[in-house]
T-cell receptor
Framework: GENVEQHPSTLSVQEGDSAVIKCTYS??????FPWYKQELGKRPQLIID?????GEKKDQRIAVTLNKTAKHFSLHITETQPEDSAVYFC?????????????FGRGTSLIVHP | GAVVSQHPSRVICKSGTSVKIECRSL??????MFWYRQFPKQSLMLMAT?????????EQGVEKDKFLINHASLTLSTLTVTSAHPEDSSFYIC????????????FGPGTRLLVL
């Protein structure tokens, strides 16, 4: 099955700095890669996603890059703010029987210091 | 759009009792619903995938007789933890995927279960 590795497990930055979270996946058939943000005690919220036919996608301060050959994808947050502090999960999804089944990374706890 | 609700948000029960958790998609029809378990400071562990009107597909290691899943309609799925034990205490989260974008999952707010 799919295996997703996510690094780092904890990331501490100063407000205004950039943050980068990296994930690798094992199954080359995976074709959809969402990123979720989860604040303490709350639901995961989709913040950005990318499909395998695209190399990069940007939405304001957030960007995601995908390297299919190397099977890794990364989340980039620029001009970080304290409200960006949360746990971020990457996932690699594979279509199976009409559903997309994601495998999640272990999460990265991002702390943005004011 | 794409709002998913979950009820109850918290439940405390005695060991040996059963607990039912409901997951509803409020503004879209969910062709597929997913149930996850999340331990403190850990990732989301997929328990099962359910499609409306058919039996759930359980992930390896998840006991289907212990965690009963019913997907009765395109907007409702339920998870019943039968004969709950303290080790079943956890945060249970559902998610739903709709017909227009099957690959995107929208999560419910989660249910914190504590079994005494």
């Amino acid at each position: 099955g799919e295996n997703v590795e996510q690094h780092p497990s904890t990331l501490s930055v100063q407000e205004g700095d950039s943050a980068v979270i990296k994930c690798t996946y094992s199954d080359s058939a995976s074709n959809y890669f969402p990123w979720y943000k989860q604040e303490l005690g709350k639901r995961p919220q989709l913040i950005i996603d990318i499909r395998s036919n695209v190399g990069e996608k940007k939405d304001q301060r957030i960007a995601v890059t995908l390297n299919k050959t190397a099977k890794h994808f990364s989340l980039h947050i620029t001009e970080t703010q304290p409200e960006d502090s949360a746990v971020y999960f990457c996932a690699a999804s594979l279509g199976r029987g009409g559903s997309y089944i994601p495998t999640f990374g272990r999460g990265t706890s991002l702390i943005v210091h004011p | 759009g794409a709002v998913v609700s979950q009820h109850p948000s918290r439940v405390i029960c005695k060991s040996g009792t059963s607990v039912k958790i409901e997951c509803r998609s409020l503004d879209f029809q969910a062709t597929t619903m997913f149930w996850y378990r999340q331990f403190p400071k850990q990732s989301l562990m997929l328990m099962a995938t359910s499609n409306e009107g058919s039996k759930a597909t359980y992930e390896q290691g998840v006991e289907k007789d212990k965690f009963l899943i019913n997907h009765a309609s395109l907007t409702l799925s339920t998870l019943t933890v039968t004969s709950a034990h303290p080790e079943d205490s956890s945060f249970y989260i559902c998610s739903a995927a709709g017909p227009s974008r099957e690959e995107t999952q929208y999560f419910g707010p989660g249910t914190r279960l504590l079994v005494l």
